[in-house]
Structure formats: C-alpha cells, structure tokens
C-alpha cells in the first residue's frame, strides 16, 4: 500500500502542476497506475470485487480532482471500475451455471428445489440481463454510487453470488485479481495503439488532391495524414499554426518531413484559406456525451468557420477521449487558464501591470485559456479507433463512426 | 571612374544638382586612356540617344538647357548650332567626344558618312524598344553627334511609325560599310567589352545625355523642316541594301544591353512616357509569366520571387522580404525621376514603417503634394498630362514598394480626376496651388474630419458596463474608445490580437497608458472571451459594394464568432474607402506579407521548429495580410455619412460622388 500511495502521490502531483500533457500520455499512465494499485490491493476472500472497486475509486477521486479538466483520467477510472465488474460477473455467472447443474440434478429436497430454481433463475436473468444488455459507459456511470456490495444482481443473486464464492473459493481469489490485471494490460495496449486504429481509416476519408486543414499539432492527425500519405494519396494541407503554443509549426515540421505539401498560415487566415479547404481534420481534447467537443483553443473559431463554408469538420480522437459527462458551460468550468508569458512579455508590459495604479485594480488582463467547446452541431464526424476485441469495449464499435447526430443519439443510447 | 559615380550619386538627390551633374564630361576625358573599351561605348549609346528622343518626354528641360549651358561646355555648342546644318552640328559634338572616345568615331563623326553611323543607333534602338531605356542614357558626345540623324528622325519618330524605325535600323547597315574596318572592328569589341564597360555606360548618361537629347529634340525640330527631308531620303536608300546585316550587330548589342540591364536595373529609369504607358495595373495578375517579365524589367524595385510560393496564390505578387530596402536605400541618388518625398514613402511603405490605411493614404498624398509643388511643367508639354503621367510612375514605384491599398487606390483616383479637370486656363503655379489645395482638402475633409463624424456617431453606441472587443490597432477605434473614456462613460475594453503583427500590443499599451481597462488576449480565445463582450468595434480597409469588408486578416474570424454570439459587430471605415468592386473571397485580391514573420515567433526562442525547413520545397509560408467578412456577418457600418447597415451600403455608395 504505501508504494503505491507514493506512485498515486507522485502522478498528483505531476497532474496538479500539468506536468503529464495530453490526453493520450494520461490516459496510458493512469492505466498503468491503477493496475500497479490493484496488483498492489491485498484482497479478501470475500467481496474482493468491492474491495478492488473501493480502491480504484479512492485512488480515482484523487487523480480527478488533481486536474478535473484532464477528462481522460476520469473516462480510464471509469473504464477500470468496469473491467473489475465485468470480471466478476463473468466469474459469477459461471459460477452460477455450475450451481444451476448441480442443482438439476439433485431433486431430493423439493422446498429446496424450487427455493433453488426460483433463486437461480433470477441469478441467471439477473446475471443474463446483465450480460446481454451492452456493457456500457451508462452502466458504469450508474453503478459508480453504490459500488461496495454487489452490484449488478439483485439481492438473490448476491446471494447466489456468495454460495458460488464459498464453492471456487481458491479459484476465484487468484482469477479475478488476475483477469481484471489482464484486462487494463489490454486497455493499455488499446490506448498504445489507438493511433494506427484510427490512421487506418484514413484513405477512407481523404481522396486524392484533397485540401485539408487542420490546428495545432495533434498526434492522432498527424498520424492519420501521414497513413494516408503512406497510401499514395497526393494531398495539401494547411497548418494554422495555433498560437499561443504554436504546436502548427511541430506539426507542419512533421509532416514535411513526410514529404507531404504543407503551408503554414496564421489563425487569423483560416477564415480566408477555408473557403479553398475540402475537410478540417482536427484532434481533440474530450469528447463529451452530447457530442460536443473540449479541444484546444481556436477550434470553435475553424468550426464555425468550417459550417459557414459547408466544409465538412472532422474531429479524430482515441476511444480514451470519450467522456460520458455532459458538459455545463464547458468554456468556463472545463478550461485551463494558461500563462500570460505566452501572450505578452512581462518586460515589455510591467508598467501595465502594475496594481499600484488608479483605483488598485489591474487596469490590464491577460486571458490565455486552454480549451474551446466545440458544440455538437458544427461536428461533422468523429472518428475514434474501431478494433476492440474485447467485449467490454463494444460500445465504441458502434460508435466509430457516424455524423453528428448519430454520434449524439448513439452516445446516449448506449451510454 | 569613382569620382564619376560620385557625382552621379549626388545628382538626383537634389533637383538642382542635376545643374552641377556636368561631371559626365570629364569623366569621358578621363576615360580617354581606356579608349578601346571605350569605342564599343560610343558605338552603344548613340542608339540609346536615338532612342532618347523618342521615348523620354524629359522631365526637365528648363533646367537641364540651363545646366548644359552653364556647366556643359561639350553640349552648349549643340543648342547653339540647332539652326546650322545636320552635317555640320555633328561634327561639334563629335570632336568634343573624340577626345574621350574613339578617334575613328570622330573621323566618322566629321566625315560625310557621320549620318550613317547614327542612323545605326537608331537602328538599335528599333530593336531596343523592347528592352527597358536604361542605356538610352548612352553618352551625351554620341548624342551630339547623332544629331543629324537624330533630327531627321524626329520626323520619322514624330510619326511613331514602324517603318520609321525599320528604316533606321538599315540605315545602321549602312554603317559597316562606312565605318568599314575601324567600325566594325569597334563592334566585334563592343560584345567582348561589354560586361566590363556596361557599368560605366549606363551610369555616364543620365543628365548629359538628356540634356543632348532635349536639345536634339529642339533641334531636331528646326533641322526637320529643312533637312528633315533630306536625310530620311538619305537613309530610306541604305535601308533597302543591307537590311540583313543590320539586323546581326542590334541584336547582340540588344543582348549585351538586356545583360547590364539585368545586373542593374535601377539605376536608370525608363522614362516616365514608357513607364506611364506599362504601369503594371494596380491588380496585375501575377500568374501571367509575361506580364510579370514585363513588369520586372520595369521594375525600380528588384525583386528577388520567393522560394516556395504557395500554390494558391500564384496570381499576386510573392517576393522575397527584406531584399529590396537595402538595395533602394543604395539606389536613393539615382533615380532621378522619382520625387525624394515619393522615394522616401515608398521605401517607408517597404520597411513597413507606415501601416495602416489612412496612415499610407495621407503620406502618400504628402508626398505628392511635395512633388507637385516641386513640379515644373516641361516645355512643349500639357501640365495636365504630362502631371498625370508623373503621378502614374510615382503610383507605380508605390505599389512596387507595397501593393496599394484601396483607400490609396481611391486617393489616387481623386487627384488624377482633379488634374484631368484643371481648367486650361489656369497657369501653372496656380494649377499647382489649386491641386496642393485640393489634396489639403482631401486629406482634411475625408480622412480627419470623417474620422471625427465616424467617433462621434461611433460613442452613442458605448454605453456604461459596455464590454468593447476590438481586433488589430485600427486607429478610428482607437479615437472611438478614447473619445467615449474622455466622456467618462464605464467600459472595458477586450484587445484581441494576432500573429505575425501583434499589432494589437501596441494598441494595448496606448489605452492601458491613457487608463482604460483592457483585456488582451489571442484570436484563437475569440470563442472564450466572446461570452463577455457586448459590443465588437473593428476597422475597416475598404467596404466593397455587396457590402464585404475587406480589412485585416483575422477580421473576418472575429465578427463570425461574434455573429455567433448573437454580439453586434460595427464595422467604422471612412466612406473614401469604399469600393465599388465586389469579391467574394480573400484569394482573389489580396496582399501577402513576408512569409518568414510566420516561422519566427520573436519572444519565444523555444519555437524554432521551422528554422531549419523554410528551405523544402514541401513547406510553404503563407502570411495573408487581408481577409473579406461578408456582410451578414456585419450589423452596422458606421461612416462619415452616418450608420448603415452593411447590406445598404450601395446607397452609401450612390449618394457619395467622388469627390
């Protein structure tokens, strides 16, 4: 435990201080810390499931609130709290399976015989309803609350639950613990490879002489243009250049390095160059449950752009990005302030900054926030990373692709 | 040599010294020792002479006549002998120059065949009508002693007809046989020395030469009726005997000439006539290759085209940066046509000192006014057009240092309508006063004081706990807030900014220093900051007549976002810059900035990731200085006429008659 409260402490701290940038990065470390945490968690021979929730939730508030703006955190946490349940209730159904059979062949007892069928046959739907419906970004945020005791089944198949745990104790013990480990090595290796599962669909959506915008630097983008290149596609693409980081000019040096045609233009051009633009290609942030966007600054600005000159935008995003919140007043509440240095030299504007003068307030402030919202109506697309195996992460499947209102309705569909 | 050019560099900075320019003459003398070299020379300029009086109306005739006279012993003579025969006349001129140049050109000179031998010249110039006028300058002596030719061909010239010029060009057959050996020994030399030479040809002529042309002009004139006859009789015959050959020797001298044409353009400027006629039209498609080849061997400014230019935007104009002040500053003495008041807003224009519509459209029309004051009508000439002709290589020259502005563009329009209807009766100095007047007027009634209507309009529209987002630094803006601070009314002011400019800072620091509270922040945190404003107050470089706004790039992103935000957008623009064309994007017409102020971000040395790349050819540069609004993005246009939504602006437009 206390190896692991420093590990957590010390991923806090670099959360607090944005030392760990990009979702991506987050994400993939937040994966890895929580399963260092669950292999570290000393289980019980009971509930073990509700002791390994306990832990990852604890842990889980933490990173959160270290940076609530960092959704990717709180989606890996969520996903984590899943693969735990989802573990369990496949032990548990088996389990209960195994019950059913030995049930069926004793017909001694006929009280205890129907007691037994009533009992497994609400386990069994119970556990059936549980497993048919689509696991989903909705259930977990349902069962977040009430974790501890089993969750999912009703009181019956809590019962059952714990007749089959004191049948395959020894079993049980060793196999959820490692399940569940195998299961976030997975996640991990998803968020790895993210990148290439959506690169992959790249030809799909870019054809030949293809004019593309895109701002900032995003490694998603950057990898889907260059699969593409890869293709033999022949392609331009415009790079805003994304001030006040100026993550374009990463970007465009990257894809020049490719061999691909890039022109560097300043924010300011974008409404000018995108009547002349085929798509907007663009990486994001967050992607919430409305389908509205949290992306880096400046993109609402090429959105609304992009809707004036019916220029499809296109936002390209991991699955680890897909965030089952709903925004409130997203600009505000899911932003990040940044330095002013970045806008203004201090040298240069000391004098304005000077509290001493006038009535006492600063006469001059700088803002330099982090993130746009991208509402969902001027998203044309999403395309998030398709090939998951596993069959926790189905939902994604569906929502791979689809316009805007699709993406919207599946969002709450299946969330 | 070197004294020479000294004199050289000090001439055209002044008008007067031009008086004192006689320095050519003794330069000749002095580069007598080299006289091999020097031949080939001789053999050059007359036909720019030839050229001369035909192409160039000379600026200053007055002056120059004086100047010969007083200073330039070698021309004085030539005046004078305007009434003596053709024959006779060159012969003056020849001896002067004999000394410095060519013995065998002097004997040519004085022997009878000396009407040939210009009448090569002038043959050379038929072929070098092409190519630009620099080496018209060629030497004053040759000039002199072109003279018979010259006049007679003033006829000819006079006419404007080709076959004036084909005839000529035989005529300049002619001349091999006349020159027989010595001349075309003098030839064969001319091709091998000239790349050594050329520099000194083209910087030895300019007064002399125009001083001699004016006069062969004068006497051209009163040769013409006598013997103009005559000699065209004369040269018709040769014509027909040895066109072919003719031909050969012009066209290498044609080559040699573009050669040191090229290695310096500026020195020497076509005249005003050549330049009026090409000026490169204010919107000159830059994709068309020859145009473009046109303009460039016009072109005062040289050029160097950009290394990645951007596929897009091919059609406007993508030069180099930098390249060209150094390059002006060193040429500032010797353009002698161009006024130094224009000189030096031109080259203000290119160091980007001057920014901002009203800012280059008043000191462009200072500039004029100098110049007109400065101006002296030619002899022979009509003020009106010789004038407007001036102002369109002024114009030129501007826009080569900086595609003009539309309210420039305007301007210009103003002062060239005010010149076409100066009443004849008018003298010249009153003509003059009257157009400084005019462009006082101007400056007054369309610029400082629509600037205050606009202010004035502009603050009833400020109210107490106004939020006031404005982009860029545009001055009438700028006068708005102050104004409405002055006035005491509660606002706060969000500043939003962009790259590469960052205009806005300086914007910034004036209204934080006067006491207003800003806020600043980038065009990428439009959508943020946006929540906040109530009123979005943006300038304007024209309003077309559908009603766009043609302004700062980034204009455009500010008023959508606030479009968006259901947030009010006035557009202030003073009516002189509305233009009646209509575009409907910003690619068509705009103007491009210099792409390295893209890669470089000054005050960030942790952004160098494009320092090392600017060279691929994969990476272009892009930097737009314009963008186009449309106007449903637009909720009002305050102007001088007062407030207009921007959909009405054609009636604006109809009531406002140029002035």
Not at chain 1, 96 to 107: C, H, P
Request: net charge neutral.
């Amino acid at each position: 435990m206390p190896d692991t409260q420093a590990l957590v402490n010390e991923f806090v701290v670099k959360l607090k201080r944005r030392k760990v940038e990009g979702s991506h990065a987050t994400a993939r470390l937040t994966a890895e810390l929580l399963r260092s945490v669950i292999s570290q968690q000393r289980v019980p021979y009971t509930n073990q499931a509700g002791v390994l929730i306990e832990a990852v939730k604890a842990v889980g508030e933490q990173l959160i609130s270290a940076n609530p703006v960092e959704l990717a955190v709180g989606n890996i946490v969520r996903r984590v709290l899943h693969i735990i349940r989802e573990e369990d209730l496949s032990l548990a159904t088996t389990a209960i399976g195994g019950l059913n059979l030995s049930a069926g062949s004793d017909d001694e007892d006929d009280a205890e015989l129907d007691d037994r069928t009533v009992l497994s046959a609400a386990a069994v739907a119970a556990a059936a309803r549980s497993t048919l419906r689509a696991p989903s970004l909705h259930t977990l945020l349902e069962d977040i609350p009430d974790s501890v005791a089993a969750p999912h089944t009703s009181s019956s198949g809590g019962d059952s639950e714990g007749k089959s745990k004191s049948a395959d104790k020894n079993s049980r013990t060793r196999k959820l613990k490692h399940d569940v480990i195998e299961a976030i090595n997975e996640l991990i290796q998803d968020i790895d490879t993210c990148h290439e599962q959506i690169a992959e669909q790249a030809v799909e959506h870019i054809h030949q002489n293809e004019v593309i915008l895109t701002l900032g630097r995003s490694r998603t983008v950057m990898e889907f243009l260059c699969a593409a290149k890869e293709k033999k596609r022949s392609f331009r693409v415009f790079v805003a250049e994304g001030a006040p980081r100026y993550q374009g000019h990463v970007l465009a040096k990257e894809l020049v390095a490719r061999g691909l045609q890039t022109t560097v233009i300043t924010d300011s051009a974008v409404f000018a160059m995108i009547s002349r633009v085929n798509m907007v290609i663009v990486g994001a942030h967050a992607i919430m449950a409305n389908g509205g966007v949290i992306a880096p600054v400046g993109l609402n600005m090429v959105a609304l752009a992009a809707q004036r000159h019916a220029v499809p935008f296109v936002v390209v995003a991991g699955s680890h990005k897909l965030c089952p919140l709903y925004p409130h007043n997203p600009e505000v509440l899911l932003n990040d302030l940044r330095s002013p240095s970045e806008l203004l030299d201090f040298g240069e504007f000391s004098d304005c900054m000077d509290f001493g003068t006038g009535s006492g307030a600063p006469l001059l402030h700088v803002v330099n926030p982090a993130f746009d919202y991208v509402p969902p109506k001027l998203v044309s697309l999403f395309i998030t990373d398709t090939c998951y195996t596993t069959e926790e992460l189905t939902p994604f499947c569906n929502f791979c692709i689809g316009n805007t209102s699709g993406a919207v309705a599946l969002l709450l569909i299946k969330y | 040599m070197d004294p020479r050019k000294g004199k050289m560099v000090i001439d055209p900075k002044v008008r007067q010294v031009g008086f004192v320019t006689p320095g050519a003459p003794p330069d000749r003398s002095q580069s007598v020792p080299v006289e091999s070299s020097s031949p080939p020379v001789s053999d050059m300029s007359p036909s720019g002479n030839s050229l001369s009086p035909v192409m160039i109306p000379p600026p200053r005739h007055a002056s120059d006549n004086l100047s010969s006279s007083l200073v330039f012993q070698s021309t004085r003579p030539v005046p004078v002998p305007a009434p003596l025969s053709p024959r006779r006349r060159p012969s003056i001129g020849d001896n002067i120059m004999s000394g410095s140049y060519n013995p065998s050109e002097s004997v040519l000179s004085s022997s009878p065949t000396q009407p040939t031998s210009s009448k090569i010249d002038d043959g050379d110039f038929s072929e070098d009508l092409s190519s630009p006028g620099w080496f018209r300058r060629g030497n004053p002596g040759k000039v002199a002693s072109s003279f018979p030719s010259g006049g007679f061909d003033m006829t000819a010239v006079r006419s404007n007809t080709f076959p004036a010029a084909t005839n000529l060009t035989t005529v300049s057959v002619v001349k091999p046989p006349g020159v027989s050996e010595i001349g075309e020994g003098g030839l064969v030399e001319v091709q091998n020395d000239r790349p050594p030479v050329s520099k000194s040809v083209k910087e030895k002529p300019s007064k002399a030469e125009r001083r001699a042309l004016q006069e062969s002009q004068r006497a051209a004139k009163a040769a013409a009726k006598a013997e103009g006859s005559k000699a065209a009789a004369g040269g018709a015959a040769p014509v027909s005997s040895k066109s072919t050959k003719a031909v050969k020797p012009p066209a290498q001298k044609k080559e040699v000439a573009q050669v040191a044409v090229s290695e310096k353009k500026g020195t020497d400027r076509p005249p005003e006539k050549d330049r009026k006629k090409d000026v490169p039209h204010p919107r000159m498609q830059f994709d068309d290759k020859q145009r473009v080849e046109k303009a460039k061997r016009r072109a005062i400014v040289k050029q160097t085209e950009a290394r990645n230019r951007v596929e897009l935007f091919r059609h406007l104009p993508q030069y180099e940066h930098g390249t060209q002040l150094p390059d002006l500053e060193s040429k500032f003495f010797q353009l002698d046509p161009m006024h130094p008041a224009v000189y030096k807003v031109g080259l203000r224009y290119l160091a980007g000192d001057i920014s901002g519509g009203n800012a280059r459209c008043i000191a462009m029309l200072q500039a004029f006014k100098d110049a007109i004051r400065d101006y002296s009508t030619p002899p022979e000439k009509a003020l009106i057009r010789d004038l407007t002709a001036k102002i369109g290589s002024y114009v030129s020259f501007l826009i080569e240092c900086r595609p003009l502005s539309i309210s420039m563009g305007n301007a210009i329009k103003f002062l060239k309508n005010r010149v076409a209807k100066l009443p004849l009766t008018l003298s010249e100095s009153e003509a003059k006063a009257t157009l400084q007047s005019d462009i006082d007027r101007f400056i007054q009634e369309k610029i400082i004081i629509a600037d205050k209507v606009i202010v004035d309009h502009a603050v009833s529209k400020i109210r107490d706990g106004d939020v006031l987002l404005t982009y860029g630094s545009p001055t009438v803006v700028e006068m708005i807030l102050l104004h409405a601070h002055e006035l005491g009314k509660q606002f706060r002011v969000v500043v939003v900014d962009s790259r590469p400019k960052l205009e806005g800072q300086a914007l910034l620091r004036r209204l934080v220093a006067k006491g207003l509270s800003c806020t600043y922040t980038h065009i990428n945190a439009i959508s943020y900051i946006m929540h906040e404003v109530t009123r979005v107050f943006l300038g304007a470089s024209s309003v077309l007549s559908n009603g766009t706004v043609y302004s700062r790039v980034g204009t455009a992103c500010v008023a959508m976002v606030a479009h968006a935000f259901r947030v009010p957008v006035l557009i202030c623009c003073e009516a002189y810059k509305f233009h009646e064309r209509v575009q409907l994007d910003s690619i068509c017409s705009n103007e491009l900035g210099d792409p390295d102020s893209v890669a470089k971000v000054p005050g960030r040395k942790d952004i160098n990731y494009l320092d090392s790349w600017t060279n691929s050819e994969n990476l272009q540069l892009l930097n737009l200085i314009y963008d186009v609004t449309p106007s449903d993005y637009v909720s009002m246009i305050v102007t001088d006429y007062g407030m207009v939504r921007a959909s009405k602006i054609v009636v604006v437009k109809l009531f406002y008659h140029d002035p």
